[in-house]
């Protein structure tokens, strides 16, 4: 793990915040600290970054697939899909975190042709272990099987 520390006046006409986000983007980030920090002279943000040295950053290929899961499932299938989608967006929200942390697209549709969603068959789903189904499983299916019973 390295250290690096960037100093960034609050009157900055923009170039020392453009190079610490090149840096950031350039580097495995595992963490930023932030302090402002006043003084006679003026105000600076002193921000010190934790990364991985020689880390390569994983970019997306910029030719992946977009899957249409409306044309790879059925009907229903597709729906069920679709209210999974509306219920990991209420969980992702309640946990501030993005959707795809807590389950992905590939998960979900994977999760939407399971003749029963529980927590124990959507652990059959490539992708979901034991961890995710426990963090995030068991909400998924008290709010998939409310909406039935609502339904």
């Known amino acids: ?11 900055d006409d923009g170039a020392a915040i453009e190079e610490m986000n090149k840096f950031l983007r350039s580097h495995k980030i595992l963490e930023v600290e932030q302090q402002l920090v006043s003084t006679r002279t003026g105000s600076q943000w002193h921000f010190c970054v934790k990364y991985l040295a020689n880390a390569q950053i994983e970019n997306k ?13 059925d009907e229903k299938a597709f729906a069920v899909f679709s209210l999974l989608r509306e219920i990991r967006k209420k969980i992702a929200g309640e946990d501030s975190l ?17 003749s029963e969603i529980t927590v ?20 998924l299916v008290d709010h998939y099987n409310q909406t039935q019973t609502e339904g």
């Open 1 to 11: 793990m390295q250290f690096k520390l960037f100093t960034v006046p609050t009157s």
């Open 61 to 73: 290929p910029q030719n992946a697939v977009r899957i249409d899961y409306k044309e790879v499932l």
């Open 98 to 114: 993005p959707v795809y942390a807590v389950f992905t697209n590939e998960e979900l549709a994977g999760i939407a042709v399971l």
């Open 120 to 139: 124990e068959s959507i652990k059959e789903v490539n992708g979901v272990g034991d961890k995710k189904a426990e963090r995030f499983g068991k909400r």
